[in-house]
């Protein structure tokens, strides 16, 4: 597969189990991400979009089509597989931060890189340069109650880039921050674009939807847009 595109899925489907049928949740649904594009997933609740993201962060597989991250087939990989690749080629970010709040900042950003054969040295410098990244090189070692929203966010951020991964996936970024915090982290995601950084964010927030590269919008899982 061509190395151009970090992301590649080809006729997509997804069914889940209801009743006695099934509920068809993505359908044919086909997109290739260039490297650093920041790309926008929009659409209502049931078009898709979530289990696209899934997928796309290897949470999930399809039942059929193809699927190619940084070139390699990973549409049915079994469980291991599919977890070692995630570790290695997708950074998440959520709306509710997910952070560790018994552990520092450094601790937290730590994490994703304890899964990976290296030095604690090693990870510590990684962390430290994630860190510094966004901007909270002073707030190593304070824990998430002791930062604000957007702080930790920008703490989740750091988690996210600290494996120097393919992707970074942010579902609802600015979810739970204020309007000039949410600014301020689209603010960085448009920076990590800039240099090159592949992100994915998924969003119901229009204005924050059209900061990106691209939009693509869904409905009653397809893709019904892309621009």
Known sequence: MSSDYVIDLSG???????????IHALNNVSLKIPRGEFLSIMGPSG??????????????????????????AVGSLDDNLRSEIRNRTIGFIFQNFNLLPRISALRN???PLSYRAMSVDERIRLAEIALKKVGLEDRVNHHPNQLSGGERQ???????????????????PTGNLDSKTGAQILK?????????????????????????DRIVRMKDGKIVSSR
């Open 47 to 72: 078009s898709g979009k979530s289990t696209l993201m899934n997928i796309i962060g290897l949470l999930d597989q399809p039942d059929e089509g193809r699927y190619y991250i940084d070139g390699e």
């Open 12 to 22: 997509i489907h997804k069914y889940y189990p209801m009743g006695e049928g099934s």
């Open 188 to 212: 960085i995601l448009k920076r990590l674009s800039a240099e090159g950084q592949t992100v994915i964010m998924v969003t119901h927030n229009q204005e924050l939807a059209m900061a990106a």
């Open 109 to 111: 950003v730590i994490l």
């Open 154 to 172: 920008r703490v989740a951020i750091a988690r996210a880039l600290s494996g120097s991964p393919s992707v970074i996936l942010a579902d609802e």
